[in-house]
């Protein structure tokens, strides 16, 4: 897909302005004024998925080009309760979404945007996320993923795969078995594969500050008018 393509949106246009908008509130707040015009089926709902999340789970995109792997992630990691998706930009390659393939993964993840491999290298030591890149020759098999308490899966640019100063600070890489000819998957596809199965079994573990602010998210997409509402009860 070419990111001069219709429906594709910039790395600035890919928030929800109304996710903005609700983080900019404060959520116990958002919480008691928005919660009873909710459904109690919509509330289960939200808490529900919510109570799923994954900290300990997390993904880096290195340099992403094309606008419909980089939505196809988005959504993979919204599908499996990934919660933070990283991106490293490269130089005149800003992160961009198709958002037909989207269609809104985004407003519930959090997506980081780093303008290089520094900052996310940075967030990786000071959380204590260990790196595993995905790559063809890898050693590790994605079930060995699934026993790491805490990974970052790193998916590396469509043509040039993971940059080297990113590469050396993984703890491992990770392959898909393949029994075909071919020798690589598509990123995106690569992506569902190994998030799936790091991901299988996990108990939600995000901690009761990040599911308020989460549920908070959740009830102001949900209340229409949310902001007016707010604003009037203030």
């Known amino acids: 897909m070419r990111r001069n393509t219709p429906g594709v949106v910039r790395a600035e246009e890919t928030i ?31 808490l529900e998925v919510i109570g799923r999340r994954l900290w300990s789970v997390a993904a880096v995109f290195d340099g992403p080009y094309d606008p419909h792997n980089g939505a196809a992630v988005v959504r993979t ?7 933070r998706l990283h ?8 992160f961009a979404m ?25 967030w990786s030591r000071e959380a ?18 699934r ?4 990974v970052a ?20 890489r990770v392959r898909v078995p393949m029994r075909g000819f071919v020798e690589s998957l598509n990123v995106s596809v690569t992506a569902a594969i190994l998030l799936q199965v790091a991901t299988h079994g996990r108990p939600g573990d995000l901690d009761d500050r990040e599911r308020r602010r989460l549920y908070a998210r959740g009830l102001y997409l949900s209340v229409p008018h949310a902001e007016d509402v707010l604003g009037a009860l203030r």
């Open 16 to 46: 929800d302005v109304r996710v903005a908008r609700a983080e900019g509130h404060d959520a116990d707040r958002v919480i008691r004024v928005l919660e009873p015009l909710v459904t109690e089926e919509r509330r289960g709902r939200l």
């Open 128 to 145: 204590g996320m260990p790196l595993v890149a995905a790559d063809a020759a890898g050693e590790l098999t994605p079930e060995d993923l």
């Open 87 to 94: 991106v490293v930009e490269r130089p005149g390659t800003p």
């Open 153 to 172: 899966v790193v998916l590396g640019n469509e043509r040039e795969g993971v940059r080297e100063e990113i590469a050396r600070a993984c703890t491992g």
């Open 77 to 83: 990691c919204e599908a499996f309760g990934v919660q």
């Open 98 to 122: 198709a958002h037909s393939v989207a269609r809104g993964a985004e407003k519930w993840i959090d997506l980081v945007r780093h303008s290089g491999p520094a900052t996310v290298l940075a």
């Open 147 to 150: 026993a790491m308490p805490r």
